[in-house]
């Protein structure tokens, strides 16, 4: 079990959506924050948010997009406040475009926040917490790491590596007799606006998640010291589907609803 209380937790992209109410539901538990994010105002908010509560909090702007940015910064932490004790990879982004229609940039940004930020935070903090014998890192994968999706070519790709990255974690901190845990996340669309205008057939199966049910269920995970959350529970049907030959495989998925899911997809827009 991970006790939170006078933990210090690290969340990337913190300062809004699930990242923001992770935040408060763990400084809740009586652990100190440490927060990054690109967006100065809106960390400033939490800050206060979080102080207004009488939560301790930190709070770093970083570009995840920019490793030497990740390094400095995680350089600062571990000098200014010591161990962290979870890691929770959080940040992401999606752009919502079609292969064609997605730029170089816009694929590499992708990959970047969305997978290669975690290699550069982990392997900055995993050193301590292996060290101590004790920590936790939690990657924020996706459903669309389990199953691909149109218009999602590299967030589902980007996502499929998190899915590896934290398998592949998990069995060489094993071979290590390590007590350091993985949890992995696949959440289905939350109702965050970073996905507004998606859609869902049967919504009674595969709903559009309240964010701060959600976020509840991330924490309640970390705590349990789960290895894998993919909620919904029908998310978890993608895995025996996997299993079918293609055909068979794209039919159940335009059946169910999801091969059309980002057909008028919108999202955050236009920053």
């Not at 690290?10 to 809740?28: F, N, P, V």
Request: aromatic fraction near 6%.
């Amino acid at each position: 079990m991970t006790d939170l209380l006078g933990k210090n937790v690290l969340i990337t992209g913190a300062a809004s959506g699930i990242g923001r109410l992770m935040a408060l539901k763990i400084a809740q538990r009586g652990a100190r924050l440490i927060l990054w994010d690109v967006n100065v105002q809106r960390l400033d908010a939490l800050h206060a948010e979080l102080a207004a509560l009488g939560a301790v909090s930190r709070t770093h702007v970083c570009d995840l997009a920019d490793r030497d940015a990740i390094n400095a910064t995680a350089a600062r932490v571990l000098q200014e406040g010591g161990a962290v004790d979870v890691l929770i990879n959080n940040a992401g982004i999606v752009n919502g475009k079609s292969l064609l229609d997605s730029s170089d940039a816009e694929i590499e940004r992708t990959f970047r926040i969305n997978t290669l930020a975690l290699f550069s935070t982990t392997r900055a903090f995993l050193p301590g917490m292996l060290a101590r014998g004790t920590g936790h890192v939690v990657n924020i994968a996706s459903a669309a790491g389990l199953a691909g999706v149109p218009r999602l070519c590299d967030y589902s790709a980007s996502k499929f590596a998190v899915v590896g990255f934290d398998e592949s974690l998990r069995l060489e901190l094993g071979q290590l007799g390590s007590k350091v845990v993985t949890t992995l996340v696949c959440p289905s669309f939350i109702d965050t606006g970073m996905f507004r205008g998606v859609k869902t057939r049967f919504s009674w199966l595969l709903p559009i998640m309240v964010p701060d049910d959600a976020a509840e269920r991330i924490v309640r995970a970390i705590e349990a010291d789960r290895r894998r959350l993919v909620m919904p529970r029908f998310v978890l049907a993608a895995l025996v589907m996997r299993a079918l030959p293609p055909r068979a495989f794209d039919a159940l998925m335009a059946f169910f609803g999801i091969t059309h899911s980002m057909d008028e997809f919108t999202g955050h827009g236009p920053p």
